[in-house]
């Protein structure tokens, strides 16, 4: 099992962090690991080790994943269709067209960083590959710096891949733009000082 895997689990089980499939309807979405497995890690495979999240019973199903596509394609202006349309795509494990329709939610809004966060997600956890989830996490903080989800999974990888200098740097850019009080940001202060 990777050793960005182990963290991600660990941090999960503390509820710190959260991914992609949270509830729309919260603004600091918990999440939970399920049973994880080894296995392949390819994308079709990886359903085995998939995280699922809080929040997310509402999307499961064909029958959703239709309701909320449909409701995609009749509303295309629509932030919150598209982000909610990528969330079932990806909660019916289909990480390509999740992908698109988060794409889509950025065209419409660039300046949010949750859809930036959720593909990064998608590249950590269902495709195995943290470097191009870090540079989506970059980009969760540069267009969304009020993200903190996103400050949390800059510096986990940054952490991951012994780069404390970077992680430190965001962290102390994080703590410029988050609240003093935010949880978050209690996080990774504990996170740069304890893998130091």
Same mark, same amino acid.
């Given at each position: 099992?990777?050793?960005?895997?182990?963290?991600?689990?660990?941090?999960?089980?503390?509820?710190?962090?959260?991914?992609?499939?949270?509830?729309?309807?919260?603004?600091?979405?918990?999440a939970?690991? $399920? $049973?994880?497995?080894?296995? #392949?890690?390819?994308?079709? #495979?990886?359903?085995?080790?998939?995280?699922?999240?809080? &929040? $997310?019973?509402?999307?499961?199903?064909?029958? %959703?994943?239709?309701?909320?596509?449909?409701?995609?394609?009749?509303?295309?202006?629509?932030?919150?269709?598209? /982000?909610?349309? &990528?969330t079932?795509?990806?909660?019916? #494990?289909?990480?390509?067209?999740?992908?698109q =329709?988060?794409n889509r939610?950025?065209?419409?809004?660039?300046?949010?960083?949750?859809? =930036?966060?959720?593909?990064?997600?998608?590249? @950590?956890? $269902?495709? %195995?590959?943290?470097?191009?989830? @870090?540079?989506?996490?970059?980009?969760?903080?540069?267009?969304?710096?009020? =993200?903190?989800f996103?400050?949390?999974?800059?510096? !986990?990888?940054?952490?991951?891949?012994?780069?404390?200098?970077?992680?430190?740097? =965001?962290?102390? !850019?994080?703590?410029?733009? /988050?609240?003093? %009080?935010?949880?978050?940001?209690?996080? /990774?202060?504990?996170?740069?000082?304890?893998?130091?």
């Amino acid at each position: 099992m990777k050793a960005w895997h182990n963290i991600l689990v660990v941090l999960l089980s503390a509820g710190l962090i959260a991914g992609c499939g949270q509830s729309q309807a919260s603004s600091h979405p918990k999440a939970k690991p $399920t $049973t994880s497995s080894g296995g #392949s890690t390819s994308p079709t #495979s990886s359903a085995s080790k998939r995280i699922l999240h809080v &929040g $997310t019973a509402k999307y499961q199903g064909s029958a %959703n994943l239709h309701k909320y596509e449909s409701a995609a394609s009749a509303h295309p202006h629509s932030y919150q269709a598209q /982000l909610a349309a &990528g969330t079932a795509a990806n909660v019916n #494990s289909h990480p390509h067209q999740a992908i698109q =329709y988060w794409n889509r939610a950025i065209h419409l809004n660039p300046h949010q960083g949750r859809p =930036y966060e959720y593909i990064g997600n998608i590249y @950590l956890e $269902t495709y %195995n590959n943290p470097h191009q989830a @870090l540079a989506w996490y970059k980009k969760a903080v540069t267009y969304g710096p009020s =993200y903190d989800f996103g400050w949390y999974r800059v510096v !986990q990888l940054e952490v991951h891949f012994g780069n404390m200098t970077a992680a430190k740097k =965001y962290a102390a !850019q994080a703590a410029k733009v /988050l609240p003093a %009080n935010n949880k978050i940001l209690k996080s /990774l202060q504990t996170l740069v000082s304890s893998s130091s």
